[in-house]
């Protein structure tokens, strides 16, 4: 009787992180042998569903049923899932670079004997799973030695090795080139005709259009829909896109007329490479420019290169093989290290706080004036007095929300370390100042604020350009929006003109099939 | 422009024994020293505490007070140096050579042999810094380096050094000032100046601090630390003042050494680009800290202090010997994690890896004092090392 229900059923699925519903009521029906895809913005949720799915999130920390194969299950751990047949290939592959094909297929899975490996059944098993995903590669050859697309491969067959039976792939493409996507897509249609389920998350809506089933679009941790794209009425990429974005501005953003200037920062023919796989071309060819007072927005998918533009312009701080030219004030500067960035007044707060942004286990004070202590000390001397004067000026003023600013940034909320950040970066005095998805993770009413502080940057005269995943909020808040897919600028749209739907299309847009 | 309605926060933050909760590590470092000093005044029948044994155990524990500043700094910043023992042998036998084969007058040969520690910190610092190797490759490397040096400069031992070059470690300032009773009189100022000086300088910072509406210590744990400070202070001069020699020369260099970098690490901008590199290198690098120079700046100090260290090694010893300095890398690392500096970096301070020298010193001479078997002595240090990192650990879990 199983066999001819669905293979999963998700049920009423919530899952709250501290402040913030990530899922809400979703309820979502696999049918067995379909490929069905998940859609939705950045940061919609569809990511925590499938780690509810497969245990990455344990039974009893979200609510709602999974009901597989006809069973309810309780996975508590990624093991759990898998025994069940559930597998799930992450957007960051998760192989051993330094470890061979084979022994990367079977790790934590090993073909032993009482501890000890058996070399043979580890190669000819893998030898035939490797044949199963089409890759043509000795089962010896380390994972260091393949592409991107090859390693994606090996997941497959190590998948495989496990008996799957409902296969979870997180932006499988996102890293491929046009050949190795075909080829992909080409599998997982070879693998539906024996019977393996997948689920496929992905940006990229031909794709979607071309291989799957039925579609669910998620939207702020709800399910909107779900399409048949067999159906008798044909679903179009504009369908998608209408009902991926479609939601009232319930967001509230501060009035702000703007005074614009004359033009501060512009970039032409920006090129950036991958720091590692040199031959990667991560932003290709991008230009664009901000003006004195002007809030610039730049939108994109994961993946566009957005915050790779961003840190490259910022003294290269990404990349290599950085070609292209910058314009400060319309005169060309060569920018090469942060240092000189922050000295020509570039300032880039960035998207990772946490990681790339404050020092932890230091205070608000010395966070404060970690990017220009110049401007507090003499002949290398830091003036105590000036530097807590100073840092507490920019407390008050981004009204931060701790009792001196001698409390560790790390004991401080979201919101009120993004103000520390900014602080830091108005501490440094800039003339341009990236602001590189500026309210993740905060709450709406710290959203409010950091608007305001926004718009009064771009009041005194600043350039500012905002990085955002989220739509709503660079149409709320920029005065001009440009939108980046696959590394290049395919779009510039001023704020009377922008509509999410229109933005979504741009930063949709595949590159061409024009010879590279 | 700013909003001053909000109240002034938290001047008197909490209770007494809420803030000496939040630093328990603070001063249970300071406690356990305590601890350990009452103990073995105890154990050796108040012969630890005897006026000559306080000189000497400044004298001979100088090298690892020395060692430990700089390696505070290069565990701060994330690294480490394994190097600094066979460094001091390596330097340690040049100076002695320059004094006794080549008749360089000893204070230029001091003066050198320190410089010759910055090209040693230079040349180590290329590699961390400039080649990428990790410090604790580089260092090892260099153990090994300049012990083999050492050992080919010196043979085994260069004795006959001049009397003022032994009395670096060995003598005292002279009596200037007479005697007061059976108490140096120069002693007796130092003291008096000191502790002055420090309750200037605490009155002055908490002064600052409140102007600024920041957090301060509790008034009666303001009053106790300083007249606890105070009269430790006061009950050494005292100690010292008595002792034979009166004040010894090495505790002034020491003292001035610990003043200096203290300074530099709090109030500089290079001392402040080495807490932020320890604390998230990432940001350190988006903040635009020049992490190369930085880098290659912390191991030139090192290789510095460790000239400082040779000449005080070589003056105590009265001779360069090619053994000189083994081990010192492990006790001046020991000491800086004793001190609470952070194994994960980000962490520490010149004082707190003073203390932690303090109790590896106080240890030694102890159990000299009790004749307990050397071999004894390695693995009660050993066993104190991991109970003081372990402390850290499980109290910042608590913590959470």
Not at chain 1, 171 to 189: C, K, M, Q, V, Y
Not at chain 2, 65 to 83: E, K, N, P, T
Request: proline share 3%.
């Amino acid at each position: 009787m199983t066999d001819t229900g669905p293979i999963l059923e998700m049920r009423g699925i919530t899952k709250t992180f501290p402040g913030v519903k990530a899922l809400q009521d979703v309820t979502m029906t696999v049918a067995r042998g379909e490929v069905h895809a998940v859609c939705g913005e950045n940061g919609a949720g569809k990511s925590t569903l499938m780690k509810v799915l497969s245990g990455v999130y344990p039974h009893g920390s979200y609510d709602g049923d999974i009901v597989f194969e006809g069973d309810p299950c309780r996975f508590r751990s990624i093991r759990d899932s898998e025994e069940r047949g559930i597998v799930i290939i992450h957007q960051e592959l998760a192989l051993s670079p330094y470890l061979s094909i084979a022994e990367n297929i079977f790790l934590g899975n090993e073909r032993s004997k009482r501890g000890v490996i058996n070399w043979t059944a580890t190669n000819t098993q893998a030898a035939g799973l490797l044949a199963r995903v089409g890759l043509d590669e000795h089962p010896d050859t380390k994972i260091i030695d393949l592409g991107v697309g090859k390693q994606q491969l090996v997941e497959i067959a190590k998948a495989l090795s496990k008996r799957v039976k409902l296969l979870i792939l997180d932006e499988p493409t996102a890293a491929l080139n046009g050949a190795d996507s075909a080829h992909l897509l080409d599998l997982i249609r070879q693998l539906k005709e024996q019977g393996i389920t997948s689920i496929i998350i992905s940006h990229k809506l031909n794709e979607i259009a071309e291989i799957a089933d039925t579609t669910t679009i998620i939207r702020d941790g709800r399910c909107i829909e779900t399409l048949d794209m067999h159906g008798a009425e044909a679903v179009s990429e504009d369908r998608i896109i209408r009902s991926m974005v479609g939601r009232d501005l319930a967001h509230r953003f501060p009035e702000h007329t703007p005074k614009i200037g004359a033009e501060i920062l512009r970039v032409e023919g920006w090129t950036v490479h991958h720091p590692i796989d040199r031959s990667r071309v991560v932003v290709d060819g991008a230009g664009l420019s901000v003006r004195a007072g002007e809030i610039v927005g730049l939108a994109g998918l994961m993946g566009a290169g957005r915050t790779e533009l961003a840190m490259s312009i910022f003294g290269h701080s990404y990349g290599s093989s950085i070609s292209g030219q910058l314009f400060l004030h319309g005169e060309p500067v060569t920018i090469r290290t942060v240092d000189a960035a922050i000295g020509h007044g570039i300032a880039y707060a960035t998207e990772d706080r946490k990681h790339y942004g404050l020092n932890l286990i230091e205070d608000i004070k010395r966070n404060t004036s970690a990017a220009k202590l110049q401007r507090i000390s003499r002949f290398g001397v830091v003036d105590a007095a000036d530097e807590i004067t100073a840092a507490d000026r920019y407390r008050r003023e981004m009204r931060t929300k701790a009792e001196s600013v001698d409390v560790l940034t790390g004991k401080l909320s979201g919101g009120n370390q993004q103000k520390v950040v900014l602080s830091k970066w108005l501490f440094a005095e800039p003339e341009v100042l990236i602001l590189d998805e500026p309210t993740r993770g905060i709450d709406v009413g710290a959203k409010y604020e950091i608007y305001e502080i926004v718009n009064r940057l771009a009041d005194s005269g600043k350039a500012v350009l905002v990085i955002s995943s989220e739509l709503p909020e660079l149409l709320g808040v920029c005065d001009r929006i440009y939108a980046m897919s696959q590394g290049r600028i395919t779009g510039e749209l001023p704020r009377a003109e922008a509509t999410q739907e229109g933005l979504m299309r741009l930063m949709t847009m595949q590159k061409s099939g024009a010879p590279q | 422009m700013s909003a001053p309605a909000d109240p002034p926060p938290g001047n008197t933050s909490g209770t007494l024994t809420a803030y000496l909760g939040q630093n328990l590590r603070q001063y249970g470092m300071m406690a356990a020293l305590v601890v350990i000093v009452v103990l073995f005044q105890f154990t050796t029948g108040g012969k630890l505490l005897y006026p000559n044994n306080i000189a000497a155990l400044i004298q001979q524990n100088a090298y690892v007070l020395i060692l430990a500043i700089g390696m505070v700094m290069v565990i701060v910043a994330g690294h480490i140096d394994l190097s600094v023992g066979s460094v001091v042998a390596f330097l340690g036998g040049l100076c002695a050579l320059m004094i006794s084969d080549y008749d360089v007058p000893w204070l230029l040969a001091v003066l050198i042999s320190i410089v010759l520690g910055g090209v040693v910190g230079c040349w180590q610092g290329f590699w961390i810094a400039y080649a990428g190797i990790p410090a604790f490759i580089v260092t090892l490397g260099g153990m090994l380096l300049f012990r083999g040096l050492a050992i080919v400069l010196v043979g085994t031992t260069v004795a006959g050094l001049p009397a003022g070059f032994n009395d670096i470690s060995n003598g005292s300032l002279p009596s200037a000032l007479g005697f007061l009773a059976d108490l140096d009189g120069l002693t007796l100022l130092i003291g008096i100046v000191a502790i002055a000086g420090l309750a200037v300088s605490q009155i002055r910072a908490r002064r600052s601090l409140l102007r600024n509406n920041l957090r301060v210590e509790p008034f009666p744990a303001f009053v106790i630390k300083l007249v606890v400070s105070a009269a430790a202070i006061a009950y050494i001069t005292y100690l010292l003042a008595k002792s034979a020699g009166g004040t010894p020369i090495v505790l002034i260099i020491v003292a001035l050494l610990v003043l200096l970098y203290t300074f530099i690490m709090n109030n500089t901008v290079f001392g402040r680009h080495i807490y932020a590199m320890g604390g998230n290198l990432p940001a350190a690098v988006l903040s635009g800290v020049k992490t190369k120079r930085v880098n290659f700046m912390i191991f030139v100090n090192m290789g510095l202090l460790a000239g400082v260290a040779a000449v005080v090694t070589t003056s105590r010893a009265g001779a360069a010997v090619a053994a000189a300095g083994q081990n010192f890398e492990l006790d001046a690392i020991a000491a800086a994690f004793i001190g609470g500096t952070a194994v994960s970096g980000g962490i520490g301070k010149v004082t707190g890896a003073i203390i932690g020298a303090f109790i590896m010193g106080v240890l030694n001479m102890g159990l000299s004092i009790m004749n307990v078997d050397p071999a004894w002595q390695m693995a009660v240090k050993g066993l104190v090392l991991i109970i003081a990192v372990a402390f850290d650990i499980l109290n910042k879990r608590r913590g959470k």
